[in-house]
């Protein structure tokens, strides 16, 4: 039988959890009364016994956010879910002071009466995250807080609409994946409320290597700020095209990494869409296709040499091969290629979308320009320099370079260099394909 002293103790406890979940916000209104259990573990106050994990980052609309997790089966479980690809979860606002987004699965609960405040991050019911940027008094379990943002800066990054929140582990694995090659057109069109960033046109700079000027199109992304840093993908065009071709303010690529920022798909960045005529500025009309397909070649040192260091000097760069990308299409493919295993030193990411001949010496299109090679093996990657990711693809209609792309493949293999390269069914050679290798490139690059 209970004695009265515990009667008496039971029933404050009641009548405390009762006037507690007055205070709740309408988003949970509907959470039942007996949403508060006995805590039976150690709640870990982030801030104090909270660790600033390494093994998993967070991100809000791109934007990495420092985070000191809690030790507890509910991040744990989290952490587990970020582990085989990043897992990105649509958040919306409510009430004026929280983010609430579904994590699509419930996770291990602890839930306990908690006061909120702007930067903690919580599991609500077992399957929603809310991140407050305002305060509350409702059961949760405690996830984490980000201690790098001030209540105002919470304020601004939450406050202004819907969000997206990428959680991404340290052993992210690229290959881990296989690519898709079924996004929808609606990706690569704008879409309202989407800010796709800034694109700075036809920035010169003087190249050693061509004796003269040459320019490139730069894409800063949304919510650049000069006290940051980012990291780098240079990209070339294929052959005949120019600096304009993949960056403008209406090219499918802005419009795609745009997007793809917007829905937390990718990592903010800049991109650089690099002009491979590397030759005197005032020759180029006159130049015949076999002049050009040479003059492109020198374009291989040029970004390495005189392109790298100036857009270092006059963008905020993060620095380092682990935050260089290089990527490319029909010839600039074989030029992406060329410069990344030349320069495994500069360049950890490497992308050859139905790569060209010329890379290295090959039976197709033997005894042309075309196949004039620039190695006479691909150089050996070391432990250092591996590519952290070496993407290939081409299209079973492709009427140029399947065989050429699949003997890369072949020869990389027999050298022990990991890489992916897909064979995929319906494409051709052109912008639709270049669309979906770029979706790829963009959503495992700098993870």
Known sequence: MMKKGSLLVALVITAIAVTACGCQS???????????????????????????????????????????????????????????????????????????????????????????????????????????????????????????????????????????????????????????????????????????????????????????????????????NKNEKYPVMYVFHGFDGSHTDQINDGSFLTMLYGNMLHDGLTVPMIIVNVDMYTDKQSEKSSKSEEQLRYIYDKAIDDIAIDLMPFIEKTYSVKTGRENTAVAGLSEGGAKSLCTGFKWLDKFGYIGGFAPDTGVIPTEYYKGTFWNTPVFDKFPQPTEANTPYYLYMSVGDKDPYNIDCTLYYRDLLNQMGVKNQTDYVKGYGHDESFWGQCFYNYLNKIFR
């Open 26 to 224: 309408d988003s949970q209104n509907n959470a039942p009364s007996n949403a508060v259990t006995e805590n039976t573990t150690k709640e870990v106050s982030a801030g104090d016994n909270g660790q600033a994990s390494e093994d998993m980052k967070m991100s809000i609309n791109g934007t990495m956010v420092n985070v000191a997790w809690e030790q507890n089966e509910s991040v744990e479980a989290l952490k587990q879910l970020a582990a085989e690809k990043p897992l990105t979860i649509n958040m919306s606002m409510y009430g004026g002071f929280e983010q609430v987004g579904s994590i699509g699965q419930s996770l291990p609960r602890n839930d306990v009466q908690t006061t909120t405040s702007a930067g903690d991050i919580v599991l609500y019911s077992g399957n929603q995250l809310v991140v407050f940027y305002g305060s509350n008094s409702w059961a949760y379990t405690r996830l984490g807080k980000i201690t790098d943002k001030s209540a105002t800066q919470m304020k601004e990054l939450l406050g202004n609409g819907d969000v997206t929140i990428t959680f991404k582990t340290s052993n992210y694995d690229p290959y881990g994946t296989e690519n898709r090659y079924d996004v929808d057109d609606a990706m690569f069109k704008k879409r309202s409320g989407v800010d796709y960033g800034t694109v700075d046109e036809d920035v010169t700079y003087y190249s050693t290597t061509a004796s003269d000027n040459k320019q490139c199109n730069v894409l800063l992304p949304a919510g650049y």
